[in-house]
């Protein structure tokens, strides 16, 4: 941070009468973690040189007891007032922070290698500038609106017939489309049909005009907004695509900015990625591409205009390096034992290792709406909204880095609709699948160097630890689908 910088935020904090600093950062799962300070800390006192000490082992993946003792750095240009909280006792401004070992504000830092965001995220980045490159990432996230839901209260879903079909009721969770107070006319809105729907069929058109707008005061450019299509309140807001810290911290505002507002509807955000039976489940497909330069005035590193699909051979590198390490990729961008719910033939995930312009059955897409240089990007499908962002970008661009690296060819694209292909063909095509078990992708990750290189020996250990913990919780669990399948053997 700059003087400049650090003066710029202090004048922000005055000028809008902010009471309270959220100080944010995330612990190695992606769950946002935070504290409040009083806005003096920052405008009067010395938090933007020496940085706020924390228990770092109460932080999941952090520190043991004997050095749980860190420092957390706060990072001047990612203030934000949050648009909300015009209480004046309440008015508050988010503000994300790296990961310091104790006593190193002042020493030059050493940063903390449990920290996704100032370690792996950073580590990444600085790769990629050593190739010459900056990457770009633009997720496009997708999530459930709920009226609630009540672990302790869930039910075998009584709208599934025991041939799997679709009955005329429905069990919980409760969910935006059932309440009668909000479908308006009684309208239905049916398991995968509610895509593009508009209101009053689409009960969540007003939430989603008032989120755009505290999305877009909150630093994080709405392109559109839409239902997706699930039914259950399955909605979308892509954001404009930036560098990856900076991507990687606007998810956490979209997602903290959802939770929010959906609150004053008495409404839930939910991210979890497959959260309704027998309908289409929330992924987060990541667009992204590489700079010569500054992004998006720089030289498109992605950009061929005299190839078939505008792609350049550094393009078509980084793919193969995407393809090449796929299967461990899937740990870290789909990282719950819920998110291989969501990796099944039926219901538009992307389960087929292969890439393809326009075609939304690979797992890697180039889209193809326009020839335009600035717009060339990678699709890579295979991600969810449960993932930590700052680790999921890390290892996707550590994967597209080392396929430029090693010239790895992706082959000729498939253009054929990959889920209409049989099991002979797609083995002719060379077409793999991605782990179907949250194990499965662990034991791939647990076997490519590259991919742990891009994490750090702290972050692999704990990532793997903490999954495996609920892989086996998992397993141990006695669901009630088991009671209903088996009951009677």
Not at 67 to 90: E, G, H, K
Not at 378 to 383: F, I, K, M, S, V
Request: with cysteine; aromatic share 12%.
């Amino acid at each position: 941070m700059t003087e400049t910088e650090i003066t710029a935020a202090k004048k922000k904090l005055k000028d809008s009468q902010t009471k309270n600093v959220m100080c944010v950062f995330t612990d190695i799962r992606g769950i946002l973690q935070s504290f409040t300070k009083p806005v003096s800390v920052f405008t009067e006192g010395d938090a933007f040189s020496d940085g706020i000490g924390f228990d770092g082992s109460s932080i999941r993946g952090f520190k043991t007891i004997e050095n749980s003792d860190m420092i957390w750095m706060p990072d001047a240009n990612t203030l934000q007032v949050i648009p909300w909280t015009t209480d004046p006792i309440q008015k508050s401004a988010l503000l994300f922070g790296n990961v310091l070992e104790a006593f190193a504000a002042k020493d030059g830092g050493a940063q903390a290698t449990c920290d996704p965001r100032g370690y792996v995220a950073t580590r990444a980045m600085d790769e990629a500038k050593k190739m010459g490159y900056t990457a770009v990432f633009g997720p496009e996230i997708e999530f459930f609106v709920f009226e609630s839901a009540d672990p302790s209260k869930l039910n075998y879903d009584l709208w599934v017939s025991p041939n799997g079909g679709a009955g005329d009721s429905w069990g919980p969770p409760r969910v935006v489309p059932q309440s009668p107070e909000i479908r308006p006319g009684g309208y239905v809105l049916r398991p995968k049909e509610a895509y593009f729907r508009a209101p009053p069929e689409d009960p969540t058109n007003e939430f989603r005009n008032e989120l755009a707008h505290n999305l877009n005061e909150m630093g994080v450019p709405v392109e559109c907004h839409h239902h997706e299509v699930a039914t259950c309140g399955q909605v979308e807001f892509p954001y404009k695509a930036a560098e990856l810290t900076a991507s990687a911290d606007r998810f956490y505002k979209y997602k903290f900015t959802a939770r929010n507002i959906a609150k004053k509807y008495g409404w839930m955000a939910v991210f979890m990625p497959k959260p309704i039976y027998l309908d289409n489940a929330s992924g987060m497909h990541t667009h992204q591409s590489l700079w010569e330069g500054e992004p998006f005035k720089g030289k498109a590193a992605f950009s061929d205009p005299n190839d078939e699909w505008g792609l350049s051979q550094t393009a078509r590198y980084y793919i193969g390096g995407l393809l090449e390490h796929a299967r461990a990729l899937t740990a870290v961008t789909c990282p719950t034992v819920n998110s291989y719910k969501r990796l099944v033939p039926g219901f538009e995930a992307p389960v087929n290792i292969c890439w393809s312009p326009r075609n939304r059955s690979a797992l890697i897409r180039v889209p193809a709406y326009h020839k335009n240089p600035k717009a060339t990007r990678a699709e890579y499908r295979g991600c969810d909204p449960s993932c930590n962002p700052y680790l999921a970008f890390s290892v996707m661009l550590a994967a597209g880095l080392d396929g430029i690296k090693k010239k790895i060819d992706p082959g000729d694209p498939l253009l054929h609709d990959v889920y209409e292909m049989s099991a002979r063909e797609k083995h002719e095509h060379g077409v793999g699948e991605l782990p179907t078990t949250l194990r499965d992708a662990l034991e791939a990750l647990a076997s490519d160097e590259v991919l742990q290189d891009a994490l750090g020996s702290h972050v692999f250990d704990k990532f793997i630890e903490y999954k495996m913990d609920d892989w086996n919780q998992f397993c141990l669990y006695v669901t009630p689908w088991e009671y209903m399948k088996y009951l009677d053997y």
